[in-house]
């Protein structure tokens, strides 16, 4: 899809943007109140890494493996996937309903001389302009947003033939209303209480049915589980709690 595409209506949750809004100040602490998300990010950074090596037949060796690749990043937040993949040699558009989150995003990354195009917008604005990427993420993001339906449209036809694009979110269970919201926010302290609603979940059943008509195929479904033992997530067959999808359009 490469022509301009009109979406019309909005995927933008306000109340969802005031909250993590009110939160961007601690982005980058890794002991603040987004600490799970830097100890979730090497997993999902490794993830990433290593199928787009995989796909586009990138030298694993090198120091900026994915240099020549055109990256989007929705729901950016303060940078914390732009950063690692822009040191990677990608070039980088981190996208993100809320201004505060990219004017912290914007203000790290000129502290550390990083060249990413940071905006603050839409999905749907974006993909209405005919924007195109070699690879397109929307990572623990889906949850947020208010009309899923068209937040993977107009992500999707983002991604250029031959593209990739990788979802992350949260599956509407049992077990992730007991870890995520009780564990995480309640008893663990993790999170703010209200983070997130587990209504808003997605399974991958839904996640699916939202991206059918939108011409890119789900690759590859991957669980992503944490170990209290150890202290770190990996990926695993589990997708009761948090899990990926890879897709890509032909």
């Known amino acids: 899809m490469t022509s301009e595409t009109n979406f019309s209506g909005t995927t933008v949750d306000d109340a969802e943007v005031a909250r993590f809004s009110a939160m961007a100040a601690e982005w980058w602490s890794p002991t603040g109140k987004f600490r799970p998300l830097h100890k979730f990010n090497p997993t999902r950074i490794r993830y990433i890494r290593e199928k787009l090596i995989e796909h586009y037949g990138l030298d694993a060796k090198s120091q900026h493996p994915l240099k020549g690749l055109r990256v989007l990043d929705i ?95 949260l599956n509407r269970t049992l077990k992730s209303y007991a870890l995520a919201i009780v564990g995480a926010e309640y008893i663990l302290r993790w999170l703010p209480v209200g983070t997130h609603q587990w209504e808003k979940f997605v399974t991958p059943n839904e996640l699916e049915r939202a991206l059918s008509p939108s011409g890119v195929t789900v690759r590859e479904k991957v669980g992503v589980t944490f170990n209290p033992l150890t202290d770190k997530w990996s990926r695993s067959k589990d997708l009761d709690v948090n899990y990926m999808f890879l897709c890509d359009r032909q």
């Open 75 to 169: 729901g950016c937040g303060g940078g914390l996937l732009c950063e690692p993949l822009h040191r990677m040699g990608a070039e980088v558009v981190g996208l993100d309903a809320s201004e505060t989150n990219i004017g912290i995003a914007a203000t790290h990354a000129a502290e550390t001389n990083l060249d990413i195009d940071y905006r603050a917008t839409t999905a749907e604005s974006l993909a209405s302009e005919g924007a195109q990427f070699d690879v397109v993420l929307t990572m623990e993001v889906v949850e947020h947003v208010s009309n899923i339906e068209l937040f993977m449209q107009a992500s999707a036809s983002m991604v250029k033939p031959g593209g990739l694009m990788f979802v992350a979110t």
